[in-house]
Nanobody, 116 residues
């Protein structure tokens, strides 16, 4: 089994910054990709950023230049630094871990609200 736990999130004003962290535990030896997805009210879950072993990070067009995903080399942890936040970034952010069997594991989600 794989457990995915997020931390961070909260309320921030437009233009502000937040940092999300995610730690994976359990059967992690097959995990090769980790990333962040988000779901706004009334919308489908969408990819925000993803990083796989040996590959460059992938970002949604809407967050390029503002968000940065990083993954620890020696720990099953991934962070998402979010700068210049906009109201449209509001939503529940989910951490994802994927193994070589293409199984997806999800965290419980953390709320990010960008509002003045």
């Amino acid at each position: 089994q794989v457990q995915v736990v997020e931390s961070g999130g909260g309320l921030v004003q437009p233009g502000g910054s937040l940092r999300l962290s995610c730690v994976v535990s359990g059967s992690i030896f097959n995990i090769y990709a980790m990333g962040w997805y988000r779901q706004a009210p009334g919308k489908q879950r969408e990819l925000v950023a993803d990083i796989a072993s040996g590959s460059s990070a992938v970002y949604a067009d809407s967050v390029k230049g503002r968000f940065t995903i990083s993954r620890d080399v020696d720990k099953p942890r991934v962070t998402l630094q979010m700068n210049s936040l906009k109201p449209e970034d509001t939503g529940v952010y989910y951490c994802n871990a994927r193994n070589y069997h293409q199984e997806d594991f999800w965290g419980q989600g953390t709320q990010v609200t960008v509002s003045s």
